[in-house]
T-cell receptor
Framework: EDKVVQSPLSLVVHEGDTVTLNCSYEVTNFRSLLWYKQEKKAPTFLFMLTSSGIEKKSGRLSSILDKKELFSILNITATQTGDSAIYLCAVTSGTYKYIFGTGTRLKVLA | GAGVSQSPSNKVTEKGKDVELRCDPISGHTALYWYRQSLGQGLEFLIYFQGNSAPDKSGLPSDRFSAERTGGSVSTLTIQRTQQEDSAVYLC???????????FGPGTRLTVL
């Protein structure tokens, strides 16, 4: 059965800290891995990763994929209170299926 | 439109009633997905539409759930004889083609009393 596992489930840090969120997966016909940020209801897209070892970066956020070890990490440096959210990892399998993890709930304290 | 829209944003209903949730995808997006997110849980796949192809309904939890997509655009998710366990946020997403980045709507929070 395809599955995506995220860790930790929740995390509390202080502003300025660096955090690393983990996503491991077991899927057949892997196509891509995506990260989303969910603050209220609608997840917003952060990154899509398809190639191993190539870092995607956007401001203080970065992500990398390891297709051999079947995992990805999302790094956030110099965290701010606005980074508080649930971070979702999803893997696309086959032609269209998206399998989501349960997310990591990040809380950044001022 | 600028993004995926969903209506209503919140729906409170009594157990046993039917509800209809609407999703208007981004114009030109051929792929449309419905998900359910219960409190503290990840996104649970419900149904997928791609163009005029037969939808993948494999994620629908029971025969009380059904969905339609008219004219390859707007979609309606119908839940008949609602139960308390149907309470969740129902999210719709669309993408320009299969396997592309999904863009999510703001969701409908359904509460069944």
């Amino acid at each position: 059965e395809d599955k995506v596992v995220q860790s930790p489930l929740s995390l509390v840090v202080h502003e300025g800290d660096t955090v690393t969120l983990n996503c491991s997966y077991e899927v057949t016909n892997f196509r891509s891995l995506l990260w989303y940020k969910q603050e209220k209801k609608a997840p917003t897209f952060l990154f899509m990763l398809t190639s191993s070892g190539i870092e995607k970066k956007s401001g203080r956020l970065s992500s990398i994929l390891d297709k051999k070890e079947l995992f990805s990490i999302l790094n956030i440096t110099a965290t701010q209170t606005g980074d508080s959210a649930i971070y979702l990892c999803a893997v696309t399998s086959g032609t269209y299926k998206y399998i989501f993890g349960t997310g990591t709930r990040l809380k950044v304290l001022a | 439109g600028a993004g995926v829209s969903q209506s209503p944003s919140n729906k409170v209903t009594e157990k046993g009633k039917d509800v209809e949730l609407r999703c208007d995808p981004i114009s030109g997006h051929t792929a449309l997905y419905w998900y359910r997110q219960s409190l503290g849980q990840g996104l649970e796949f419900l149904i997928y539409f791609q163009g005029n192809s037969a939808p993948d309904k494999s994620g629908l939890p029971s025969d009380r759930f059904s969905a339609e997509r008219t004219g390859g655009s707007v979609s309606t998710l119908t839940i008949q004889r609602t139960q308390q366990e149907d309470s969740a946020v129902y999210l719709c997403a669309s993408s320009s083609r299969t396997g592309d980045t999904q863009y999510f709507g703001p969701g409908t929070r359904l509460t069944v009393l």
